[in-house]
């Protein structure tokens, strides 16, 4: 079945710091493909996405390019923010069905 | 604008109550979808309503029931409530209809956090 992986959190960074975020997929096809991000208290909020191959979604500083060869969707950014604290959720959908299939998420903590 | 708005925010039940779950979107999107939130398990379908008049099954339906009112309103119902349904549940929308090529994004809730005893 389809499936994403995302890495294990936490992932603890100072402020500045470079942040990857990995994430891989397991589908059948050309998926789309999705960041989200939950904020403390909050519902998620689209980051950023790509539709197809080699495409570079980007958002706040953030970017992730999509790998069909890997089947991947890195999250980065060259310097996270003590504001950027939160959790991001990596996410697939097929065009024709609408039902996102979601990673288990990664908790990002980023001190002063 | 609010987007999706739900009610409540908490909730704490008994095992065997029943409770309805509202949701409402204002950006006349087609489609709508309630989610639960569980650690360590990300998001996990539960309905969806594909367009006004259409309710479908996700990943985990049971124990729960759903009714499309109108186009802008998709209520979650939990019949018994037993503990194993305590989770962070998640109203979305978006634009499409499920015609074929339909990416939209979807637009989240705040959340509804549920407590069984």
């Known amino acids: 079945g389809n499936s994403v992986t995302q890495m294990e959190g936490p992932v603890t960074l100072s402020e500045e710091a470079f942040l990857t975020i990995n994430c891989t997929y397991t589908?059948?096809?050309?998926?789309?493909l999705f960041w989200y991000v939950q904020y403390p208290g909050e519902g998620l909020q689209l980051l950023l996405k790509?539709?197809?191959?080699?495409d570079k979604g980007s958002n706040k500083g953030f970017e992730a390019t999509y790998r069909k060869e890997t089947t991947s969707f890195h999250l980065e950014k060259g310097s996270v923010q003590v504001s950027d604290s939160a959790v991001y959720f990596c996410a697939l959908v097929f065009p024709g069905f609408q039902k996102l299939v979601f990673g288990t998420g990664t908790r990002l903590l980023v001190s002063p | 604008n609010a987007g999706v708005t739900q009610t409540p925010k908490f909730q704490v039940l008994k095992t065997g109550q029943s409770m309805t779950l509202q949701c409402a979107q204002d950006?006349?999107?087609?489609?709508m979808y309630w989610y639960r939130q569980d650690p360590g398990m990300g998001l996990r379908l539960i309905y969806y309503s594909a367009s006004e008049g259409t309710t479908d099954k996700g990943e985990v339906p049971n124990g729960y029931n759903v009714s499309r009112l109108n186009k802008r309103e998709f209520s979650l119902r939990l019949e018994s409530a037993a503990p194993s349904q305590t989770s962070v549940y998640f109203c979305?929308?978006?634009?499409?209809?499920?015609?074929?090529?339909?990416?939209?994004?979807?637009?989240f809730g705040p959340g509804t956090r549920l407590t069984v005893l």
């Open positions: 790509a539709t197809k191959a080699d």
């Open positions: 979305a929308s978006s634009g499409t209809s499920g015609r074929a090529g339909g990416t939209d994004t979807q637009y």
């Open positions: 950006m006349n999107h087609n489609s």
């Open positions: 589908a059948t096809g050309y998926p789309s």
